[in-house]
Nanobody, 119 residues
Framework: QVQLVESGGGLVQPGGSLRLSCAASGSIFSINVMGWYRQAPGKQRELVATVTSGGTTTYTDSVRGRFTISRDNAKYTVYLQMNSLKPEDTAVYYC?????????????WGQGTQVTVSS
């Protein structure tokens, strides 16, 4: 079984910064993709950013240039540095890890952490 434990959410004023962390544990394939998704009230869950075990990153357009995703492979930990936060960034942020092995997709989620951007 794989567990993901997130931390770092909270309340921040517009223009402020937060750093999210997510530590994965359990039986994890070394070649994987870790990422962050978010879900605002009344909206579908959306991709924020991903990073492969090789270091390749992707970002959704609305956060590119403001958010930075990184990871520590030795610790199976992924980070999301969020700068210049806007009210529209308010959402529950979910950590994700996934990999393919022998034709099967393994896909796991964290419990979510609330990020609120408000004055």
């Amino acid at each position: 079984q794989v567990q993901l434990v997130e931390s770092g959410g909270g309340l921040v004023q517009p223009g402020g910064s937060l750093r999210l962390s997510c530590a994965a544990s359990g039986s994890i394939f070394s070649i994987n993709v870790m990422g962050w998704y978010r879900q605002a009230p009344g909206k579908q869950r959306e991709l924020v950013a991903t990073v492969t075990s090789g270091g390749t990153t992707t970002y959704t357009d609305s956060v590119r240039g403001r958010f930075t995703i990184s990871r520590d492979n030795a610790k199976y930990t992924v980070y999301l540095q969020m700068n210049s936060l806007k009210p529209e960034d308010t959402a529950v942020y979910y950590c994700n890890i996934r990999w393919n092995y022998n034709g099967l997709l393994y896909n796991y989620w964290g419990q979510g952490t609330q990020v609120t951007v408000s004055s």
